[in-house]
T-cell receptor, first 114, second 114 residues
């Protein structure tokens, strides 16, 4: 089955710097890659997702890149702000699979220092 | 509107109690999910309902009993839980079941079993 590895497990940056979180997946059939942000005491919130037919997607300060050959995808946050501090989860999903559900990485705790 | 609501926000119960968690969405989604999340871990899938029918049960103990009364509502009935069942219980929904379908999470119910 699918396995998703996420690195680093913790990341501390200064406000205004960029943050990059990387994930690798094992199942070449995976073709959907969402990123979730989870603040303390809240549910995961979808912040961006990418499908396998594109290599990059951007939404303001957030971007995701996908390398299908290498089976890895990354989240890039530019001009980080203290409110970006949270745990970020990557996930991989497969269209049409019988299980058809998301496999999550273990999470990255991002701390943005003012 | 991508809102999934869950009640209650917090729940404390004894090992002999019976309680229920509720989840609601009005996005017209036909797939709904229950996840369990322990501290500092990613969400773990418990159940999937597709078109109001149980589609996936990830070998969850029978002390957890899901119910989908209609396309907007999802319940999780709890009975004779153990202290190790204490966790954040998350509900999610997506347009249809499938790993490539975007899932939207609710805020969760934080459960403590004494």
């Amino acid at each position: 089955g699918e396995n998703v590895e996420q690195h680093p497990s913790t990341l501390s940056v200064q406000e205004g710097d960029s943050a990059v979180i990387k994930c690798t997946y094992s199942d070449s059939a995976s073709n959907y890659f969402p990123w979730y942000k989870q603040e303390l005491g809240k549910g995961p919130q979808l912040i961006i997702d990418i499908r396998s037919n594109v290599g990059e997607k951007k939404d303001q300060r957030i971007a995701v890149t996908l390398n299908k050959t290498a089976k890895h995808f990354s989240l890039h946050i530019t001009e980080t702000q203290p409110e970006d501090s949270a745990v970020y989860f990557c996930a991989a999903g497969t269209y049409g699979g019988s299980q058809g559900n998301l496999i999550f990485g273990k999470g990255t705790k991002l701390s943005v220092k003012p | 509107d991508t809102e999934v609501t869950q009640t209650p926000k917090h729940l404390v119960m004894g090992m002999t109690n019976k309680k229920s968690l509720k989840c609601e969405q009005h996005m017209g989604h036909r797939a709904m999910y229950w996840y369990k999340q322990k501290a500092k871990k990613p969400p773990e899938l418990m159940f999937v309902y597709s078109y109001e029918k149980l589609s996936i049960n990830e070998s969850v103990p029978s002390r957890f009993s899901p119910e989908c009364p209609n396309s907007s509502l999802l319940n999780l009935h709890l009975h004779a839980l153990q202290p190790e069942d204490s966790a954040l219980y998350l509900c999610a929904s997506s347009q249809e079941e499938g790993g490539a379908k975007t899932q939207y999470f609710g805020p969760g119910t934080r459960l403590l079993v004494l």
